[in-house]
């Protein structure tokens, strides 16, 4: 069923019952990083793959649709390696359609999607379970599967099950596997089946149940805090753990100078580790929680301004490799309460390239092609996919931008479920116009 929405944004089911319609993108940026390509370009898709990307438009394309993308940037599908979409288990806060229409209205043609739903997806029943719910959605959805059962953190999940019928990666999202054994075990493990351990940092002894960072901002509101060393201790001893067993990891969601210092190290030694931040990293700090807002309650929490700028650096000089939303939807009777009562967590899904290019790209803290490795091309690598490029051949994932769209965050615009962003009624500039997955416009902006 076609979703609409009174700002013009339209989402479009793909039908894969017939082919899809022979379709030119003329006029617009071509900017795929894999390729060295950025030039103004057509690209040509044919049977939902791409056909060419050249100056000319192929003669056989002479009766295609076409979308003018003059003054836009044509990008190979962007890729959220870290959502939350609820479902199995939680599906009043968001599904795996509501959350891949989201996806598709931020640009996005792929996200993975974290284990900690109701039941745990610790199982190969329950990542066949995702993986078919997402067939025929508005992106393609990627199930990361637990590290240890019910993410527990005391016994190994069935690696190998989970990624044998489709798990990219394996991760205890929401919570750290505090015991080193199991984790070096799980690193070991992992290097069986050429994957990444996808690591949340955080020693729960330090955190001891905190809810806002802890500083001067949480001292003078009277919150419990959660101090940077909570997450760094983390991260150190898995940069140990991966340099110690050669397995690959990703350091999930960092917010701390002294993480981005620790994981640029680990890369100068040589450890296998790629990293990921989120937007609200690079943009706020724990004073803007201001009178107690719980929309900007996370975890690992706000930070600093010293914190904030060390993620920007950490993004322009290639320590941090992606920037993923976190994408975590909540009900309101989870928000609307006291801020220490209130739910961890934010959606990021519709706000993430807007806040991306407003905050990072109009300052030119990053380069064009720099966003396009960060969202489309750094996190397909890690979880082996075949994404993030506009090579003949490949499957027609495509995300149109339009770099002068100015709007305001208005969170009843949102497909998804959630209304909890932490960016309510700022103002940005740019968005995805245009998503196509599998050569079919799946979203679009008529106005």
Known sequence: ??????????????????????????????IDPANRIDDTLAVAIKDGRIAAVSREVPKEFDKAKVIDAKGRWVVPGLMDMHVHLREPGREDKETIETGTQAAAAGGFTAVACM????????????IRYVIQRGEGCASRVFPIGAITKGSEG????????????????????????????IMRNALNYSKSFSIPVIC?????????????????????????????????IGVARDLLLAEYTGARIH??????????????????????VTAETCPHYFTLIDADI?????????????????????????LSDGTIDVIASDHAPHVSEE??????????????????????????????????ADVVEKMSLNPNKILGLPGGTLTVGKAADITIIDLKASWIVDSRHFFSKARNTAFE?????????CTILDGRVVFERLS
Do not use: W
């Not at 701390?256 to 994981?263: D, F, H, Y």
């Open 115 to 126: 284990p900690n739903t109701n039941p745990v997806l610790d199982e190969e029943a329950k």
């Open 290 to 314: 201001g009178m107690y807002d719980t929309n900007k309650k996370m975890n690992p929490p706000l930070r600093t301004a010293h914190d904030r700028q060390a993620v920007i650096e950490g």
């Open 251 to 272: 350091i999930a969601h960092v917010s701390t100078a002294g993480s981005v210092r620790m994981i640029r190290e680990a890369k100068a030694r040589g450890v296998n």
């Open 335 to 368: 928000k609307d309460v006291e801020f220490d009562a209130a739910a961890f967590g934010v959606a990021g899904l519709e706000t993430s390239l807007g806040v991306v290019l407003t905050f990072l790209v109009d300052k030119n803290l990053l380069m064009p």
């Open 1 to 30: 069923m076609i979703s609409k929405k009174p700002n013009g944004a339209v989402i479009y089911p793909p039908d894969c019952s017939k082919p899809a319609e022979p379709l030119v993108i003329k006029g617009g940026r071509v």
């Open 154 to 181: 005391e016994e190994l999940a069935p690696m190998g099950e989970m990624v044998r019928v489709g798990a990219r990666a394996v991760s205890d999202d929401g919570k750290a596997v505090a015991k080193s054994g």
């Open 200 to 232: 949340h940092c955080e020693d729960t002894g330090l955190s001891q149940k905190g809810n806002m960072n802890e500083g001067v901002v949480s001292t003078r509101m009277g919150v419990r805090g959660i101090p940077a060393i909570a997450e760094e």
């Open 425 to 433: 009624g700022f103002p940005l500039k740019g968005y995805a116009c």
